[in-house]
């Protein structure tokens, strides 16, 4: 089993090593810290597990994961999603870019072993995400791109940053918080769309 682990705090990503080696014997872990280090990887050899890290050198929001998708193509791998953030909207939309798992950092470590393990072993782990569901009514109207950009939103990113973040210009980050609106049922103001989201616990 080769796994890949894109991670920039170097002491996280040796504790995720440590314990897959201690789950997989036959694991070969190798580690990069950014996402073009990880892409190049890739490219040499495809791996069967890749734990990405949503906030690294090279990417932010669901930059990293989308890259690794379709760098990986139709090829049979896993991803596991590892965040600082632990936002409804994330979870969510990472599972629909075909994340087997979101891992928040903020759980304890053994309940983050645990997840690694129920993973590694085939399963899936999405804590407080019905994965059927995702997300009720208006949530399961916004797509990925819709759930990325409110995350963004949601952490005080400008137009502009959460433009050049997920790499699309100033007008299209302003169409899809428009489309947000829309779907939350809101009158378009920022203030508002944040507000009905936080309400269907979309972000916090």
Same mark, same amino acid.
């Given at each position: 089993?080769?796994?890949?682990?894109?991670? !920039?705090?170097?002491?996280?990503?040796? =504790?995720?090593?440590?314990?897959?080696?201690? =789950?997989?014997? !036959?694991?070969?872990?190798?580690?990069?810290?950014?996402? !073009?280090?990880?892409?190049?990887?890739?490219?040499?050899?495809?791996?069967?597990?890749?734990?990405?890290?949503?906030?690294?050198?090279?990417?932010?929001?669901?930059?990293?994961? #989308?890259?690794?998708?379709?760098?990986?193509?139709?090829?049979?791998?896993?991803?596991?999603?590892?965040?600082?953030?632990?936002?409804?909207?994330? =979870?969510?939309?990472?599972?629909?870019?075909?994340?087997?798992?979101?891992?928040?950092?903020?759980?304890?470590?053994?309940?983050?072993?645990?997840?690694?393990?129920?993973?590694? $072993?085939?399963?899936?782990?999405?804590?407080?995400?019905?994965?059927?569901?995702?997300? !009720?009514?208006?949530?399961?109207?916004?797509?990925?791109?819709?759930?990325?950009?409110?995350?963004?939103?949601?952490?005080?990113? $400008?137009i502009k940053q959460i433009a050049a973040a997920i790499q699309i210009s100033d007008r299209q980050v302003k169409?899809?918080?428009?489309?947000?609106?829309?779907?939350?049922?809101?009158?378009?103001? #920022?203030?508002?769309?944040?507000?009905?989201?936080?309400?269907?616990?979309?972000?916090?």
């Amino acid at each position: 089993m080769f796994v890949l682990i894109l991670e !920039d705090h170097p002491l996280y990503a040796q =504790m995720l090593r440590d314990e897959i080696r201690a =789950m997989k014997a !036959d694991a070969e872990c190798t580690i990069v810290h950014r996402l !073009d280090d990880g892409l190049e990887r890739i490219q040499q050899r495809v791996p069967d597990v890749v734990i990405i890290d949503l906030n690294v050198p090279g990417a932010s929001g669901l930059r990293a994961l #989308r890259a690794i998708k379709e760098a990986i193509g139709s090829k049979p791998a896993t991803l596991i999603v590892t965040s600082g953030e632990s936002d409804l909207g994330l =979870m969510s939309a990472s599972w629909e870019l075909g994340a087997a798992a979101f891992i928040p950092k903020a759980l304890p470590a053994p309940e983050q072993i645990e997840a690694l393990s129920s993973v590694l $072993s085939g399963g899936t782990f999405f804590p407080k995400v019905s994965i059927p569901s995702k997300v !009720d009514n208006a949530g399961r109207a916004l797509s990925p791109r819709h759930l990325e950009v409110l995350a963004l939103a949601a952490r005080g990113q $400008s137009i502009k940053q959460i433009a050049a973040a997920i790499q699309i210009s100033d007008r299209q980050v302003k169409r899809h918080l428009q489309q947000i609106s829309e779907r939350l049922g809101t009158r378009g103001s #920022r203030y508002a769309i944040l507000a009905a989201a936080r309400a269907q616990g979309l972000v916090r």
